[in-house]
């Protein structure tokens, strides 16, 4: 089986900056499509940004600019840089791997932006 497991939220100042990761594991790993999903308090979980096997990326219109997503495929890891952080970004962040027709969450890894 696949596991994601997310890391680097925390609580940051507005302005500030986070790096968040990624890693693929378990007995099963796959070179599928990534990507980093955000559910804010009372709201529906959304995009973030994607990035394929290859390195082709895309992202929400909100975070366009600020966040850049990578990944290492011989670490089976996928990154979120984020700058310029605002209260709006704050929410739960899950990693994604799409894998055929099926999705693997991970647990998710909480990013608060004082206000």
């Known amino acids: 089986q696949v596991q994601l497991v997310e890391s680097g939220g925390g609580l940051v100042q507005p302005g500030g900056s986070l790096r968040l990761s990624c890693v693929q594991s378990g007995s099963i790993f796959s070179s599928g499509a990534m990507g980093w999903y955000r559910q804010a308090p009372g709201k529906q979980r959304e995009l973030v940004a994607t990035?394929?096997?290859?390195?082709?990326?895309t992202y929400a219109d909100s975070v366009k600019g600020r966040f850049s997503i990578s990944r290492d495929n011989g670490k089976k890891t996928v990154y979120l840089q984020m700058v310029s952080l605002s209260p709006e970004d704050t929410a739960v962040y899950y990693c994604n791997l799409q894998v055929g027709f099926a999705h693997y969450w991970g647990k998710g890894t909480l990013v608060t932006v004082s206000s």
């Open positions: 990035i394929a096997f290859g390195g082709t990326t």
